[in-house]
């Protein structure tokens, strides 16, 4: 009787433990933390939260180096070779736009550009809007009052995949500054 009354006290136990074990890895599967050294040093840089860059980076290629959209955006921050170009020559990177596939290049290019989109639009959701949609788009949008209505803050986000990206990176942006803070 006694080995029954312990079974039935660690089974529960048990189930707890798998439980915290597969959200553990869940966790780690669908909030991955890659090239953090670097993602720190060029958000430190550019004055970035590296909660905000590592949530772009899981939005636009879940971290996959090679990544590639159908537009032409590559990379880990997903950058247009134009957008790369004209950043790596403002932010005096030469050689960097043809290296866009490369973390550091990649991360060095991304930060760079979304700090400027954050103090050209000095508002997170609408700085990303930007970086997802593009800044003309976005201009045009905060100038519409059926868009914002102090020209700067979107209250409505005219494309729909736009509006998705930005939800997505502001709750990946919640997770990764907890995952930050006790975890890594």
């Not at 990649?106 to 970086?131: C, K, P, V």
Request: charged share 20%; glycine share 6%; net charge positive.
């Amino acid at each position: 009787m006694r080995i029954g009354r312990w079974v039935k006290r660690l089974i529960p136990l048990a189930v707890l433990l798998l439980a915290g074990l597969a959200m553990v890895m869940y966790v780690r599967w669908a909030y991955p933390v890659r090239h953090l050294q670097l993602v720190r040093y060029f958000s430190e840089q550019h004055g970035l939260e590296p909660c905000l860059v590592l949530a772009v980076i899981n939005a636009e290629s879940r971290f996959r180096l090679d990544a590639e959209s159908h537009a032409g955006a590559k990379g880990l921050m997903q950058l247009m070779d134009a957008t790369a170009e004209w950043v790596a020559e403002l932010a005096g990177l030469e050689g960097y736009a043809e290296r866009v596939f490369e973390p550091e290049a990649n991360i060095a290019l991304g930060t760079w550009y979304l700090a400027r989109l954050l103090r050209q639009f000095e508002n997170e959701q609408t700085a990303l809007a930007a970086y997802n949609a593009g800044s003309g788009n976005v201009a045009r949008w905060l100038a519409n009052p059926e868009h914002s209505r102090d020209g700067v803050e979107l209250f409505d986000i005219p494309f729909i995949e736009t509006r998705n990206y930005v939800r997505r990176v502001v709750h990946n942006r919640r997770v990764y500054g907890w995952l930050l803070r006790w975890v890594y």
